[in-house]
């Protein structure tokens, strides 16, 4: 980062130079003005609120997380976790990794139906399915560290929501259709989260009680009280009593780890992402710099399309045999993310023809799913956060722990826990991903934040194992020039290895380019559904300008906001 900042001071020098030379306002030290892009209005709208209260985007960050698992149940939440990756104004950057970890007593057996095929029952939709929550250590750690305001302070709107309660939206409606049988079977979500047993009509105000207490706790105490003494211990035994093996152990044991961001330098640009146990950035290291050795600037729109798929072919494969928890095991991060080994990967790709994944080491066969939640903050003096939250699956294992209104993850399915049979996202992982006692699972979450002469962009996104692919293609778009709209909006593509498809959203490959990639021997599938929720916000710096974008795919009236926050200087 050093080389970095030195060099980035440099240019800012230069260029305010020129500036007072043509007389202009000093404009690019700051933006001056605030933007944040979430899944939700009423999470952005906490985010804005504490930066009005003089909070940075560290407290906005924890007031938008803690608003989005109350307003975006479905998504994430306090019995989750996530990738919080920050950079500060003077340069500083900075990645919490909230990971749930495996709870001491599982083992990949506990999953396994009689004939030893995985059961996605038990991996998904039960207490045994959920990793031990980081989300509430992120909170505290967050506010403690980065934030200017007490953690009640960023805190309040969310404690609000969850008591005042708010009307449900489209989305929320959707994902409890998706996932309805599973929230009737247990009588707490479905007495909180459905109306008499059905999805809730439009209009219809949730309010959650419960929860609300949790964050007034952890407002008033800190996470202490989640991880130890009587509320995790009441915790773990009721996680226990409904088919679950958390112990208040595994709750003490749990630790929020601070890791270096991953950094990726291409076309003079630097790129900070998410280090393991995500894959996704060390995805976007690789695939980048195989992508360099083919001047992608110069290829056509087929070529490209092609290339991509190629490229993820080889980098998702990588995944499946290197990664896993790096407190746990190798992970040959210095080899993957090398521009000498894309360089290699690069070498075995044509352009003119497609291979074949089952041509690689580790290609067999095996599906996909959908929910998680991503927001970018840039405040008014240039603090930036990207942060991806998940609980797996929409209302994750759809089990709420009776009297805490918190939501079970199911996030050890992200565990390889079946050799050669994929994940809800069809991932397959071997065994630097099994679980193992206080170990993280793999992840795709992805945030990023991309630096280049004259913009800095935060984004990420929901979307399982095709994080990895939209974050990559974002990547690409914010460095060709494009606007937070045009990144959010852009037909996506994806291919990961396993199964060996390359699958495209409606109007993303037309005719004549389908034809094309088929015969190149593509195996090409167009979805009618739409995927990925993105939120990026970019600040010009050469013009002093900020943008925020959320995806159109989703994107409900005000996600996205740009606003002068005048008190946020005054307050300081
Ligand atoms: O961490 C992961 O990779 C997954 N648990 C994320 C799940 C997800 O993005 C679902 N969203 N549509």
């Known amino acids: 980062m050093r080389a970095d900042r030195l060099g980035h001071g440099l240019r800012l020098k230069v260029g305010l130079c ?28 906490a985010g804005f609120e504490v930066l009005r209260a003089g909070g940075n985007a560290f407290d906005a960050a924890v007031a938008v997380s803690a608003a989005l698992a109350v307003v975006e149940p479905s998504s994430s939440g306090l019995g ?38 995985l059961d996605r029952e038990k991996a998904l939709n039960s207490a045994l399915a959920a990793g031990i929550p980081g989300l509430p250590a992120a909170l505290e750690h967050l506010a403690r560290e980065h934030g200017r305001l007490p953690l009640s302070r960023s805190l309040a709107p969310a404690i609000r929501l ?31 989260f459905l109306e008499h047993g059905e999805v809730p009509k439009g209009g219809w ?19 202490g009280f989640f991880y130890r003494g009587a509320f995790a211990e009441r ?10 093996i958390w112990t208040a152990q595994d709750l003490a044991s749990y630790r929020l780890r601070e890791r270096e961001p991953l950094l990726i330098r291409r076309e003079g640009a630097v790129i900070l992402t998410a280090p393991p146990p995500s894959a996704g950035g060390v995805a976007l290291a690789t695939g980048l710099a195989i992508l360099e050795r083919f001047r992608w600037r110069e290829l056509s729109p087929t070529d490209r399309v092609h290339l991509l798929a190629e490229t993820w072919r080889r980098v998702f494969r990588d995944r499946a045999a290197h990664l896993g928890d ?24 044509r352009l003119d023809r497609a291979s074949q994944s089952a041509w690689l080491p580790g290609g067999g066969e095996p599906v996909e799913g959908s929910d998680t939640t991503h927001f970018s903050i840039i405040d008014a003096e240039g603090n930036i956060a990207a942060v991806t939250q998940t609980i797996n699956l929409p209302f994750g294992a759809g089990i709420v722990v009776p009297g805490t209104g918190i939501l ?59 994080i990895v692919s939209m974050v990559m293609l974002a990547v690409l778009d914010v460095l060709e020039g494009r606007s937070a709209a045009e990144v959010a909006a852009r037909p996506r593509v994806h291919h990961q290895f396993l199964p060996d498809v390359l699958i495209a959203e409606e109007g993303a490959i037309e005719e004549p380019m389908l034809a094309e990639l088929r015969r190149r021997g593509h195996r090409v599938a167009v979805e009618s559904r739409r995927w990925g929720n ?39």
């Not at 043509?22 to 944040?36: D, F, K, T």
């Not at 005042?164 to 009588?187: C, I, M, N, S, T």
């Not at 915790?235 to 679950?244: D, N, P």
């Not at 069809?426 to 793999?442: D, E, H, I």
């Open 408 to 466: 079970l993850n199911n996030e050890m399915d992200d565990f390889a826990l079946a050799e050669g049979q994929g994940n809800a996202y069809g991932l397959v992982g071997t065994s630097p991903n099994a679980p193992a006692p206080g170990k993280r699972m793999v992840s795709s979450m992805t945030p990023t934040i991309v630096i280049t002469g004259e913009r800095t962009a935060a984004l990420g996104t929901p979307g399982g194992s095709r």
């Open 162 to 192: 969850a008591r005042e309660g708010f009307a449900v939206d489209e989305k929320y409606r959707h994902l409890a259709q998706a996932r309805l049988a599973v929230l009737r079977r247990d009588p707490e979500a479905a007495r909180i």
């Open 235 to 244: 915790m773990a035994s009721e996680v226990r009593r409904l088919g679950g």
């Open 205 to 223: 105000v949730l309010r959650q009680p419960e929860l609300s207490v949790v964050l007034e706790r952890l407002a008033s105490e800190g996470a």
């Open 18 to 45: 020129l500036l007072l030379l043509v007389l202009a306002p000093a404009r690019g030290a700051s933006p001056g003005e605030a933007a944040i892009a979430s899944a939700h209005p009423l999470a952005t709208e």
């Open 80 to 117: 989750g976790g996530g990738f919080f990756l920050l950079r500060h104004a003077d340069g500083r950057s900075g990645f919490l990794d909230a990971r749930e970890t495996s709870p001491a007593g599982a083992r990949a057996e506990l999953f396994l139906a009689a004939d030893g095929r």
């Open 326 to 349: 790096p407190d746990f095991v190798p992970v040959p991060l210095d080899l993957l993310s090398d521009p000498a080994y894309g360089a290699g990967l690069a070498a075995s790709i």
């Open 534 to 572: 993105l939120q990026i916000a970019i600040w010009d710096r050469s013009v002093g300008r900020l943008e925020a974008a959320s995806d159109p795919r989703w994107a409900a009236e005000g996600a996205a906001r740009v606003e002068t926050v005048t008190d946020a200087e005054v307050k300081r």
